[in-house]
């Protein structure tokens, strides 16, 4: 099986940062893509940032500009550090990792989190 878990988040006023951080664990074979969405109460979970093992990034529209990525897909572990926060980035954040359990023959997953909080005050 594989896990994913989410940390890092918490509490912090308009304007402060937080770096959140995700790990996948079991029996992968490869990660392909390590991503972030989050679920603002009332709405539909929308994408923040995602990685590729190839190097591709993409961020969300509410991310650009602020939150940028680091950490190793290849060790199944990555950060996102969120910077310039907002009372509107309130939400419960999610990481989703997708890759191949086994080369031959062909089994994929996909696995998400159990979510983090970050809560913004103005």
């Known amino acids: 099986q594989v896990q994913v878990v989410e940390s890092g988040g918490g509490s912090v006023q308009s304007g402060g940062s937080l770096n959140l951080s995700c790990a996948a664990s079991g029996a992968i074979y490869v990660t392909t893509t390590m991503s972030w969405y989050r679920q603002i109460p009332g709405k539909d979970r929308e994408l923040v940032a995602t990685?590729?093992?190839?190097?591709?990034?993409a961020y969300g529209d509410s991310a650009e500009g602020r939150f940028t990525w680091s950490g190793d897909i290849r060790k199944n572990t990555v950060q996102l550090q969120m910077s310039g926060l907002k009372p509107e980035d309130t939400a419960d954040y999610y990481c989703?990792?997708?890759?191949?359990?086994?080369?031959?023959?062909?089994?994929?997953?996909?696995?998400w989190g159990k979510g983090i909080r970050v809560t913004v005050s103005t």
């Open positions: 990685v590729s093992r190839g190097g591709a990034t």
């Open positions: 989703k990792a997708v890759g191949r359990l086994s080369f031959d023959p062909y089994e994929p997953f996909e696995k």
